[in-house]
């Protein structure tokens, strides 16, 4: 049950990132970069496949110039 709700959280947060990544017509590689990343991960996570630490979300937030709370599920 848990990894569902881990799963679902993962799939959210990698929702948002793709639609602030597009919004700004940026591809993977460019916001991996900017945050200072490996691009196959960023695509990981963009998918929903891979966890990040509060690290590396605020390095995303920061590539993308958003608020950690865009990216955040309530």
Do not use: C, F, H, W
Not at 24 to 49: D, M
Request: hydrophobic share 40%.
């Amino acid at each position: 049950m848990k990894r569902q709700r881990d799963t679902k959280i993962l799939n959210k947060i990698g929702d948002k990132l793709k639609v602030a990544r597009l919004e700004k017509n940026l591809t993977q590689l460019e916001v991996a970069k900017k945050a200072g990343i490996n691009g196959n991960y960023y695509a990981k996570v963009e998918r929903g496949e891979a966890s990040l630490s509060v690290i590396t979300l605020l390095k995303l937030v920061t590539a993308l110039e958003l608020k950690s709370s865009d990216l955040l599920p309530n």
